[in-house]
Protein backbone atom coordinates (compact mmCIF):
# COMPACT_ATOMS: atom_id res chain seq x y z
CA UNK A 1 0.00 0.00 0.00
CA UNK A 2 0.99 3.29 -0.55
CA UNK A 3 2.89 4.99 2.53
CA UNK A 4 1.13 8.08 1.73
CA UNK A 5 -2.40 6.96 1.83
CA UNK A 6 -1.99 4.56 4.27
CA UNK A 7 -0.44 7.78 6.72
CA UNK A 8 -3.83 9.94 6.07
CA UNK A 9 -6.47 6.59 6.22
CA UNK A 10 -4.54 4.81 9.10
CA UNK A 11 -6.38 6.96 11.99
CA UNK A 12 -10.02 5.93 9.96
CA UNK A 13 -9.79 2.29 10.93
CA UNK A 14 -10.68 3.19 14.69
CA UNK A 15 -13.29 5.72 13.64
CA UNK A 16 -17.21 5.32 13.31
CA UNK A 17 -18.66 4.75 10.47
CA UNK A 18 -20.74 8.19 11.10
CA UNK A 19 -18.21 9.97 12.29
CA UNK A 20 -16.37 9.62 8.77
CA UNK A 21 -19.20 10.25 7.01
CA UNK A 22 -20.15 13.23 8.76
CA UNK A 23 -16.23 14.32 8.01
CA UNK A 24 -16.57 14.01 4.30
CA UNK A 25 -19.92 16.07 4.10
CA UNK A 26 -18.57 18.46 6.32
CA UNK A 27 -15.16 18.68 4.02
CA UNK A 28 -17.36 19.25 0.46
CA UNK A 29 -19.43 21.43 2.39
CA UNK A 30 -16.52 23.59 3.89
CA UNK A 31 -14.54 23.67 0.69
CA UNK A 32 -18.26 24.61 -1.00
CA UNK A 33 -18.22 27.66 1.00
CA UNK A 34 -14.76 28.83 0.64
CA UNK A 35 -15.24 28.31 -3.04
CA UNK A 36 -18.72 30.56 -2.93
CA UNK A 37 -16.73 33.04 -0.42
CA UNK A 38 -14.12 33.30 -3.17
CA UNK A 39 -17.05 34.30 -5.48
CA UNK A 40 -18.64 36.68 -3.05
CA UNK A 41 -21.53 34.81 -3.45
CA UNK A 42 -24.04 34.80 -0.10
CA UNK A 43 -24.53 31.29 -0.09
CA UNK A 44 -21.17 30.55 1.22
CA UNK A 45 -22.72 31.28 4.87
CA UNK A 46 -25.46 28.30 4.34
CA UNK A 47 -23.13 26.00 3.16
CA UNK A 48 -20.26 27.26 5.58
CA UNK A 49 -23.17 26.36 8.61
CA UNK A 50 -23.60 23.08 7.43
CA UNK A 51 -19.69 22.71 8.04
CA UNK A 52 -19.62 24.18 10.82
CA UNK A 53 -22.42 22.20 12.79
CA UNK A 54 -20.72 19.06 11.41
CA UNK A 55 -17.03 20.14 12.93
CA UNK A 56 -17.97 21.27 16.52
CA UNK A 57 -18.80 17.89 17.19
CA UNK A 58 -16.34 16.34 15.51
CA UNK A 59 -13.47 18.86 16.81
CA UNK A 60 -14.87 18.52 20.60
CA UNK A 61 -14.60 14.76 20.53
CA UNK A 62 -11.09 15.09 18.67
CA UNK A 63 -10.48 17.46 21.87
CA UNK A 64 -9.24 20.58 19.76
CA UNK A 65 -11.11 23.27 21.72
CA UNK A 66 -10.01 26.27 20.19
CA UNK A 67 -11.29 24.94 16.43
CA UNK A 68 -14.40 23.74 18.41
CA UNK A 69 -14.78 27.10 19.48
CA UNK A 70 -13.93 29.07 16.29
CA UNK A 71 -16.71 26.66 14.85
CA UNK A 72 -19.06 27.42 16.89
CA UNK A 73 -18.41 30.94 16.62
CA UNK A 74 -18.21 30.60 12.76
CA UNK A 75 -21.75 29.44 12.92
CA UNK A 76 -22.83 32.29 14.85
CA UNK A 77 -20.71 34.54 12.58
CA UNK A 78 -22.35 33.14 9.58
CA UNK A 79 -25.91 34.19 10.55
CA UNK A 80 -24.70 37.58 10.75
CA UNK A 81 -22.68 37.86 7.82
CA UNK A 82 -25.94 36.45 6.19
CA UNK A 83 -28.21 39.45 7.53
CA UNK A 84 -25.25 42.04 6.73
CA UNK A 85 -24.64 40.72 3.04
CA UNK A 86 -28.80 41.21 2.31
CA UNK A 87 -29.00 44.98 4.02
CA UNK A 88 -30.36 46.64 0.78
CA UNK A 89 -30.70 50.89 0.79
CA UNK A 90 -33.08 51.83 -2.26
CA UNK A 91 -32.31 48.98 -4.39
CA UNK A 92 -28.43 48.80 -3.97
CA UNK A 93 -25.94 46.96 -2.01
CA UNK A 94 -25.29 48.67 1.54
CA UNK A 95 -21.96 46.62 2.05
CA UNK A 96 -19.71 46.41 -0.40
CA UNK A 97 -15.72 45.05 -0.75
CA UNK A 98 -13.42 47.23 0.81
CA UNK A 99 -10.25 48.08 3.17
CA UNK A 100 -10.05 47.81 7.07
CA UNK A 101 -10.61 51.53 8.67
CA UNK A 102 -8.85 52.41 11.70
CA UNK A 103 -11.68 51.59 13.69
CA UNK A 104 -11.94 48.25 12.26
CA UNK A 105 -8.06 47.52 12.41
CA UNK A 106 -8.39 48.51 16.73
CA UNK A 107 -11.11 45.95 16.49
CA UNK A 108 -9.36 43.50 14.87
CA UNK A 109 -6.40 43.70 17.33
CA UNK A 110 -8.75 43.49 20.41
CA UNK A 111 -10.67 40.36 19.08
CA UNK A 112 -7.48 38.50 17.93
CA UNK A 113 -5.67 39.39 21.46
CA UNK A 114 -9.08 38.12 23.47
CA UNK A 115 -9.24 35.03 21.64
CA UNK A 116 -5.43 34.22 22.58
CA UNK A 117 -6.26 35.10 25.65
CA UNK A 118 -9.53 33.23 26.22
CA UNK A 119 -8.65 29.92 23.98
CA UNK A 120 -5.06 29.34 26.13
CA UNK A 121 -7.51 30.11 29.34
CA UNK A 122 -9.79 27.28 28.28
CA UNK A 123 -6.57 24.75 27.37
CA UNK A 124 -4.61 25.86 30.86
CA UNK A 125 -8.23 25.26 33.02
CA UNK A 126 -8.52 21.89 31.37
CA UNK A 127 -5.41 20.76 31.85
CA UNK A 128 -4.63 19.88 28.58
CA UNK A 129 -1.47 22.87 28.04
CA UNK A 130 1.05 19.66 27.46
CA UNK A 131 1.18 19.10 23.71
CA UNK A 132 2.76 21.67 20.96
CA UNK A 133 -1.09 21.03 19.67
CA UNK A 134 -2.55 23.87 22.51
CA UNK A 135 -0.21 26.87 21.70
CA UNK A 136 -0.75 26.29 17.60
CA UNK A 137 -4.32 25.32 18.16
CA UNK A 138 -4.43 28.57 20.02
CA UNK A 139 -2.81 31.28 18.03
CA UNK A 140 -5.08 30.07 14.30
CA UNK A 141 -8.41 29.84 16.39
CA UNK A 142 -7.34 33.55 17.20
CA UNK A 143 -6.44 34.28 13.18
CA UNK A 144 -10.04 32.84 12.02
CA UNK A 145 -11.37 34.68 14.72
CA UNK A 146 -10.65 37.85 13.09
CA UNK A 147 -10.99 36.23 9.60
CA UNK A 148 -14.24 35.46 10.04
CA UNK A 149 -15.32 38.79 11.40
CA UNK A 150 -13.73 40.21 8.48
CA UNK A 151 -15.23 38.59 6.21
CA UNK A 152 -18.59 38.95 7.35
CA UNK A 153 -18.24 43.03 6.85
CA UNK A 154 -16.65 42.05 3.75
CA UNK A 155 -13.04 43.45 4.09
CA UNK A 156 -10.42 42.41 1.63
CA UNK A 157 -7.59 41.72 4.60
CA UNK A 158 -10.21 38.78 5.96
CA UNK A 159 -8.23 36.63 2.72
CA UNK A 160 -5.12 37.18 4.47
CA UNK A 161 -6.19 35.68 8.06
CA UNK A 162 -7.34 32.68 6.15
CA UNK A 163 -4.34 32.49 4.49
CA UNK A 164 -2.26 32.42 7.30
CA UNK A 165 -4.16 29.92 9.70
CA UNK A 166 -4.67 27.41 6.83
CA UNK A 167 -0.97 27.06 6.21
CA UNK A 168 -0.46 25.66 9.86
CA UNK A 169 -3.61 24.02 9.79
CA UNK A 170 -2.44 21.43 7.86
CA UNK A 171 -0.17 19.94 9.58
CA UNK A 172 -2.12 20.07 12.79
CA UNK A 173 -5.37 18.51 11.43
CA UNK A 174 -2.91 15.61 10.12
CA UNK A 175 -0.98 15.46 13.45
CA UNK A 176 -4.46 15.02 14.88
CA UNK A 177 -5.66 12.31 12.59
CA UNK A 178 -7.94 14.01 10.58
CA UNK A 179 -6.33 13.54 7.15
CA UNK A 180 -9.49 15.01 5.36
CA UNK A 181 -9.95 17.61 6.83
CA UNK A 182 -6.00 18.52 6.62
CA UNK A 183 -6.32 18.05 3.10
CA UNK A 184 -10.00 20.32 3.41
CA UNK A 185 -7.15 23.02 4.60
CA UNK A 186 -4.74 22.54 2.13
CA UNK A 187 -6.64 22.50 -0.89
CA UNK A 188 -8.44 25.82 1.64
CA UNK A 189 -4.90 27.70 1.07
CA UNK A 190 -5.21 27.90 -2.54
CA UNK A 191 -9.02 29.16 -2.73
CA UNK A 192 -8.25 31.76 -0.31
CA UNK A 193 -5.26 32.88 -2.50
CA UNK A 194 -7.32 32.83 -5.76
CA UNK A 195 -10.09 34.63 -3.14
CA UNK A 196 -7.69 37.60 -2.07
CA UNK A 197 -6.64 38.15 -5.68
CA UNK A 198 -10.44 38.06 -7.10
CA UNK A 199 -11.57 40.33 -4.36
CA UNK A 200 -8.93 42.70 -4.51
CA UNK A 201 -10.18 42.86 -8.53
CA UNK A 202 -13.72 43.77 -7.78
CA UNK A 203 -12.31 46.00 -5.37
CA UNK A 204 -10.06 47.68 -7.90
CA UNK A 205 -12.84 47.87 -10.00
CA UNK A 206 -15.78 49.36 -7.95
CA UNK A 207 -13.12 52.18 -7.61
CA UNK A 208 -12.72 53.21 -10.88
CA UNK A 209 -16.71 53.56 -11.41
CA UNK A 210 -17.31 54.93 -8.10
Same mark, same amino acid.
Given at each position: MNPIFEFFTAPYRTYATLDIVLEVVAVLTGLASVWLAKQNKLWVYPTGMVSTAIYVYLLL???LLGDFLINAYYFAMSCYGWVFWTRQKEGMELHKIDKMNVTEKKWSFYLFMCSLLFVGGLYGFSGKWDSWTAPVDTFTTALFFVGMWLMARRKIAHWIFWIV?? !??? !?? *??LYKGLGLTS??? *?IFTFIAILGYIQWKKIYNKEQLTA
Open positions: KAGGD !VIS !VP *LYIQY *L
